[in-house]
Structures are given as structure tokens and as C-alpha cells.
């Protein structure tokens, strides 16, 4: 809330003032100034950010006179003065590097080749977004998301979809020296840093053999190479050359210790290495994984545009399609219609309900056939494709890409449908083809039936329901129906049985109710 926050400030002003206080002046300053800048009142915004700079360095206060060159930078560039706009990130770039702050060092890295870019200066953007990504991902440097406080750059996502979009803007200006494999390869690295940070805090598990002290030891390690790096980088100019000696010794004993502790992991768990810490992409050893009739569409949904790269063993081919904000909106609106249809009032007579029906269905068909044509009507796909691995990005993961194809092609037509299957990196396909094939017949076959739907059911044996189980939402289709409630369906698992005994020739081993999640 803008105003809200413009009147905390105002508060926050007024008292420093009156009680001399110029560091905390000198923030609210500052946090007017982006206040301004979000209301779009830019006067009012440069005021407040110069008497914010000005102040801060009178107090000696550089993380704030840091922040006020970075957000004069964000304001120079919604005016369009990109020469100023370069000057104050390279200002804020010099006192970031004076103070050894990684984090504004970054933001001014990144907030130069904003504005490099928007000169046209597309070799210096790439340069300097390469500089800034370096800082982010450099594992001595442990750069948070809260660190990143600039406008344009307050999440890491933004400092791959900058780069992303810069070396799209170079294969434009030079089509084929290589930018739109490296924009992929880019986007590939983002998500590599995703699934890394959510390996570091064991939020996903992808080897849940592998044992937790090796992990523990690993991070331990990480830990104190960041510490002393930190510590290195605090030195003050006038420290004795032995002290940074023997500091440069200690971070190569520890960088040392967490190469011999990924080691032992990737020894105990080659998957977890892959994904923990992934070889750049190869992208011709990708290609040769595709079969001739297998693609794979990547997304990136960016800022300013978005792109797919289209992927198969003749080549990989860019296209440029419109910014998140349009795609996401699109795809918002298809899974909604998806997802909550409406309820019916089953006391309606029969023909209103199929009207309804009827226009439910056309909605439908025409939110899914003007996202199909936004995000595959401008791909060239390559003849005889019709297997189709979709990395998806944004809300595009929420939706069923076959309801998008469909739509495309009208009934009545001989276009030939797709089959789609999903990852969430191409990363992920050099993984599974790496897993050995199976050989011999399958032996396993899952039958689910006779579900459990209320509480009280006896096989439940004690155990409880899944806390907060949407019993409105599970007899939706029953009341549409004219169903008000949801009996057992005992017959069904004699059924599961006697399926279960045509295709195995052994024991049918049954899973409980109380052993599977409701």
C-alpha cells in the first residue's frame, strides 16, 4: 500500500528531524523518493532521492547512499534519461564495491546493463549482466532475495530474465551467431538455481536414500567458506599483508573441504550431484536424446516479452511471444473456467442445463483457443513431431497443453494431435534417459477403487481424514447429479480384484483405506 507507506515515512521524517537524527532522516528520505517513484510522480521522486543521497553522505551512512544512486538509476530510466540512469549505477556500483556490498554491487552490475541495454549498447549489457549474475551465484557470496531491494532487480529470476532478454535482443540484431542457444542455456540456469536453493533447504528430496549427515557436512562446509570469504572481504585496506595471506589460505583449505564433500555425495547418489550441482548444458547431447518424431518446447516468460525455444534433433528455433503479465492473465482466466465451472441448480429444466452446458463449453474452447494461438500458434514445428515434452514456465504449469492443441483444430479437421508430456527442465531429460531400462514384462499393475468418503468409514481403522478434506467440493458432481450423498461402493474392489487377477498371475497384495491419503 503506497500511501499507506508514504504516510509511515512522512511520520518517520518528521521525528528524525526534529530530533536531528540525519542517518534515519536520510532513510525516509529515500523510501519517499520510491514512493514517488511508484505513484509515477517523478519531481517529487528526484527531490526526495537527492536530499536522501545528499543526506546519507553527510551521516557517512553508504548503504543508504548506495540505495539512493540505485533507485535515481530505476527513476532516470521511467524517464528515459538512460546516460544519467548509467552514471548513478556506476556511482552506486563503486561505493558497493568501496563497502564490499555484494548485494548492491549486483544491483548496479545489473542496473548498468538495464540501461547499457536500453542505449542499444547490447555487448556491454551482456558483459555487465554476466558480472552481476557472477556475484549472484558465486557460492561464497550467499546473496539473499531481500539483499536484491532495487526496482527492477528484487528477485534473482530478474537478473536471468534481463540477461535472457538481452542476448534475445543480440540474436535479433545478429540472427544466428549463437544468442538464442545461449538465452536457452540462460534460462536453464535459472532453473538449475531454483532447484538448488530448494535442494539447500530440503524442501524437495530427490534421493531419499542418500544419508542427511552427508548433506549436513556438505552445508557445514559451504557455511564456513561463506564466513571466511566474508571475513576477507571486510579486511580494511590497511591490513597487514599476512592477515590476508593467511585468510586466503583458510578459504582454500575450506573450498577444498566442500569439493571433497560433494564428492562423497555425488559417490553415494550420482541423481542428487546432477541435479544438486548440473555440468552446463551440452546442448547437441540434448538434441541426440530426442527421437525424429519427439520435441521439446521451453518456456520463459519474461518482463518485457517472453520466449519458447523449440527443440528437436535438426536444431533448436527461438520465438518471441508477449510479456508474463498477457500469458499469465490468459492462462488465469483457462484454468479458472477449468477448474470452477459453476454449480447447476439440477431444479432447472433439462434443455436450460444443456444451454448452459453448451455456453460453459464455448467459453471454454474459446479461452483455451486464444491462449493455444498466443503461446503455440507461433511456433513452426518441425513435420512428424507428435510427441511433445513441454517445459513450462509461469501459470502455463497449471494447464493441460492438449486442451491448447485441441483447440486449434476445429472438429471436422485431419490435423494430427499431439501428445504432450511435461518437465520441469531439459536437464531433467539427460536424467531419465540416464535410468536404466527396464527388461522383461511389468509385473505391477494399481487398481484403485471403493474410495473412502466419509469420516466414519470402518476402514479408516482410527485413522483420521486429511485435515480441512473440501467435502463440498467432492459432492459437487454427485449434487449436479441430483446426488446428495456418496455411499459406499463396495462391488467396485470385487471388481479391482478380479481385473488385478487377469493381468498378474501371483497374489493381489490390497493396500488398505487407512494406508493411503484421502
Known amino acids: 500500500d503506497v500511501n499507506a507507506a508514504t504516510t509511515l515515512f512522512d511520520t518517520a521524517l518528521a521525528y528524525y528531524s526534529s ?24 519531481t517529487e521522486a528526484r527531490r526526495r532521492l537527492l536530499a536522501s543521497r545528499d543526506g546519507a553522505h553527510a551521516a557517512g551512512a553508504a548503504t543508504l547512499e548506495i540505495a539512493a544512486y540505485l533507485a535515481l538509476g530505476d527513476l532516470d530510466l521511467h524517464q528515459r534519461q538512460v546516460a544519467q540512469a548509467s552514471r548513478d549505477y556506476a556511482q552506486a556500483h563503486r561505493l558497493a564495491r568501496a563497502a564490499n556490498d555484494l548485494g548492491d554491487s549486483a544491483a548496479a552490475l545489473a ?51 534481463r540477461a535472457i532478454d538481452i542476448l534475445m535482443d543480440l540474436e535479433q540484431r545478429h540472427p544466428g551467431h549463437g544468442n538464442a542457444t545461449a538465452a536457452l542455456q540462460m534460462s536453464e540456469r535459472a532453473r538449475a538455481r531454483s532447484l538448488q536453493e530448494l535442494l539447500a533447504r530440503r524442501t524437495i528430496r530427490i534421493d531419499k536414500n542418500l544419508d542427511p549427515a552427508l548433506l549436513d557436512a556438505e552445508q557445514t562446509d559451504e557455511d564456513t567458506l561463506r564466513a571466511l570469504a566474508w571475513r576477507l572481504a571486510q579486511l580494511p585496506a590497511s591490513t597487514h599483508a599476512s592477515e590476508h595471506a593467511s585468510l586466503q589460505r583458510q578459504i582454500d ?81 483457462l484454468r479458472t473456467q477449468l477448474v470452477t465451472p459453476g454449480v447447476e441448480q439440477t431444479t432447472l429444466p433439462i434443455e436450460q442445463l444443456a444451454a448452459r452446458e453448451r455456453d460453459n463449453l464455448a467459453a471454454t474452447r474459446k479461452l483455451a483457443s486464444t491462449l493455444g494461438q498466443t503461446v ?6 518441425p513435420s512428424g513431431a507428435h510427441l511433445v515434452a513441454v517445459i513450462a514456465d509461469g501459470r502455463l504449469q497449471q494447464l493441460p497443453f492438449a486442451v491448447l492443441d485441441e ?35 511389468r509385473t505391477q499393475l494399481a487398481v484403485f477403487a471403493d474410495p473412502v468418503f466419509h469420516a466414519n468409514d470402518p476402514r479408516l481403522d482410527g485413522h483420521e481424514m486429511a485435515a480441512g478434506a473440501p467435502a463440498r467440493a467432492a ?44
Open 253 to 333: 583449505t575450506a573450498s577444498i573441504a566442500v569439493d571433497d564433500a560433494r564428492g562423497r555425495i555425488r559417490a553415494a547418489s550420482p541423481r542428487y550431484a546432477q541435479f544438486a550441482h548440473p555440468k552446463p548444458l551440452k546442448l547437441e547431447a540434448i538434441m541426440r536424446l530426442l527421437d525424429d518424431n519427439a520435441i521439446v518446447l521451453d518456456y520463459w516468460l519474461g518482463e518485457r516479452h517472453s520466449y519458447v525455444w523449440t527443440i528437436s534433433r535438426r536444431g533448436v528455433r527461438a520465438s518471441v511471444l508477449p510479456s508474463r503479465q498477457r500469458i499469465d492473465a490468459l492462462a488465469r482466466a
Open 407 to 441: 483447440s486449434m483444430h476445429p472438429a471436422g479437421t485431419n490435423a494430427t494431435q499431439s501428445d504432450f508430456v511435461y518437465l520441469p527442465s531439459i536437464e531433467t531429460l539427460r536424467g531419465l534417459r540416464e535410468l536404466p531400462t527396464p527388461t522383461g514384462p
Open 111 to 161: 542496473g548498468e546493463a538495464h540501461a547499457a541495454q536500453q542505449a542499444g549498447k547490447l555487448p556491454d549489457a551482456k558483459r555487465l549482466i554476466e558480472d552481476a549474475l557472477d556475484i549472484v551465484e558465486d557460492q561464497r557470496a550467499q546473496i539473499t532475495e531481500p539483499m536484491l531491494a532495487t526496482e527492477y532487480f528484487s528477485t534473482q529470476r530478474a537478473y536471468y530474465d
Open 19 to 42: 530530533h536531528d537524527r540525519q542517518r534515519e532522516r536520510a532513510h525516509a528520505l529515500g523510501g519517499l523518493g520510491r514512493c514517488a517513484i511508484a505513484r509515477s510522480n517523478w
Open 475 to 518: 459432492l459437487r458432481s454427485a449434487s449436479e447429479a441430483d446426488v446428495s450423498d456418496l455411499p459406499a461402493l463396495p462391488h467396485s474392489g470385487d471388481e479391482a480384484r478380479e481385473i488385478a487377477a487377469m493381468y498378474i498371475e501371483r497374489d493381489v497384495d490390497e493396500m488398505p483405506a487407512s494406508g493411503i491419503g484421502t
Open 376 to 381: 503455440l500458434g507461433p511456433l513452426v514445428l
